[in-house]
T-cell receptor, first 114, second 112 residues
Framework: NAGVTQTPKFQVLKTGQSMTLQCAQD?????MSWYRQDPGMGLRLIHY???????DQGEVPNGYNVSRSTTEDFPLRLLSAAPSQTSVYFC?????????????FGPGTRLTVL | GENVEQHPSTLSVQEGDSAVIKCTYS??????FPWYKQELGKRPQLIID?????GEKKDQRIAVTLNKTAKHFSLHITETQPEDSAVYFC???????????FGSGTQLTVLP
């Protein structure tokens, strides 16, 4: 599982509902990130974190919040779901040591907002 | 910010032929260029990557070339097999950062 777990695998929400997508890693890697994948658009970075207590925005952060209270967990919160947030969400981890850029993705969460 | 363009969006080849996918990037400071393979319904997985201090890298049937002057890099798959059928994504990042900017993907179909 690339050392990254995501829950749930599937979720259907109504417009305006809130929810949290969970992401956990067991490799003690400092760097974690969230991407969304839409058809024909590749993956786009939502938020990322370089360690516990540190988060920053990516390319498409609006409508999402994150926190990083521990190295292992990096949850993504949708504050008020909108149909435009229908997407597949991938969490990733990476070691921040020199020369090792590889990012390992979780299995994804498929979210539908009605 | 960085912009990565990827071509073609779809590519069909006969089994045994070669496939080439090309990407261009806009930020001359980018120095890390990975390629990911994504099978239907699965996660993206790294297949090869290259850094800006290297012009070419090869791993069995897969190779990547980088032209820093022209700001483009390419994925070459030789002797294609049906199991190579997937969506391939290029990406770029800079410095010690891990934030990746992805291309829009290429659906590769290898015809038996």
């Amino acid at each position: 599982n690339a050392g990254v777990t995501q829950t749930p695998k599937f979720q259907v929400l109504k417009t305006g509902q809130s929810m949290t997508l969970q992401c956990a890693q067991d490799m003690n890697h400092e760097y974690m990130s969230w991407y969304r994948q839409d058809p024909g658009m590749g993956l786009r970075l939502i938020h990322y974190s370089v360690g516990a207590g540190i988060t920053d925005q990516g390319e498409v952060p609006n409508g999402y919040n994150v926190s990083r209270s521990t190295t292992e967990d990096f949850p993504l919160r949708l504050l008020s779901a909108a149909p435009s947030q229908t997407s597949v969400y991938f969490c990733a981890r990476s070691y921040l040591g020199g020369g090792q850029n590889e990012q390992f993705f979780g299995p994804g969460t498929r979210l539908t907002v009605l | 910010g960085e912009n990565v363009e990827q071509h073609p969006s779809t590519l069909s080849v006969q089994e045994g032929d070669s496939a080439v996918i090309k990407c261009t990037y806009s930020d001359s400071a980018s120095n890390y260029f990975p390629w990911y393979k994504q099978e239907l319904g699965k996660r993206p997985q790294l297949i090869i990557d290259i850094r800006s201090n290297v012009g070419e890298k090869k791993d069995q049937r897969i190779a990547v070339t980088l032209n820093k002057t022209a700001k483009h890099f390419s994925l070459h798959i030789t002797e294609t097999q049906p199991e190579d059928s997937a969506v391939y994504f290029c990406a770029a990042s800079k410095g010690s950062a891990r934030q990746l900017t992805f291309g829009s993907g290429t659906q590769l179909t290898v015809l038996p």
